[in-house]
């Protein structure tokens, strides 16, 4: 019971630190049937432009509700459009496979980079990178290598879709 009770305030701490645009938008697409806000990671949203419209965005963690999955939730400002990357949801190639659930994050942060380097594979084999130049903030993911940040991607609006970029091994 106390493990229920620190989760439910947990989630609701979680809740209220985000901008009251965001938990409404969220009760309005009804996709607190199905996901809860979670706070898996230590920063538990991040909040920039990501699609360059000049209105700021929330991505934030969740977990779909009947598997536990991982994932993130990226609202648009004043639109209520959302996007959702992971959580039961596919996020584009990452190695060799597709991935529906976040459970190798380990850390996360806005890209304010102008430029990334693709990690280009052929056959599973990587065989170079390609530089992507970026003309607003991206999301930043990586997994942990003898703690370190290692293989990971960002998370990129490309203009008319959100893409997956590989980055590392």
């Keep these: 019971m106390k493990g229920i009770l620190f989760l439910l305030t947990l989630l609701i701490t979680q809740s209220n630190s985000l901008p009251d645009w965001f938990t409404k938008s969220f009760r309005e697409n009804k996709l607190d049937g199905k996901y809860q806000i979670s706070g898996f990671l230590k920063t538990s949203f991040l909040e920039a432009d990501f699609n360059g419209d000049g209105v700021k965005d929330i991505a934030a963690l969740v977990v779909e509700k009947k598997t536990l ?3 993130i939730l990226l609202i648009h400002g004043e639109t209520n459009q959302y996007f959702l990357f992971g959580a039961g949801t596919q996020l584009g190639k990452i190695g060799f496979d597709a991935h529906d659930d976040l459970k190798w994050l380990r850390g996360w942060k806005v ?3 102008k ?12 065989v170079g990178s390609k530089k992507i130049r ?3 903030p991206g999301l930043s993911l990586w ?9 990971g991607g960002t998370i990129y609006w490309n203009g008319t879709k959100y893409i ?3 980055e590392g091994e």
């Excluded at 990334?116 to 056959?123: I, L, R």
């Excluded at 997994?143 to 293989?151: M, R, V």
């Design 134 to 136: 970026l003309l607003h």
């Design 115 to 126: 430029f990334t380097y693709e990690t280009v594979f052929d056959n599973g084999d990587i």
């Design 164 to 166: 997956w970029i590989h």
């Design 111 to 113: 890209n304010k980079d």
């Design 69 to 71: 999955k991982k994932g």
């Design 143 to 151: 997994d942990l290598l003898d703690g370190a940040p290692n293989a």
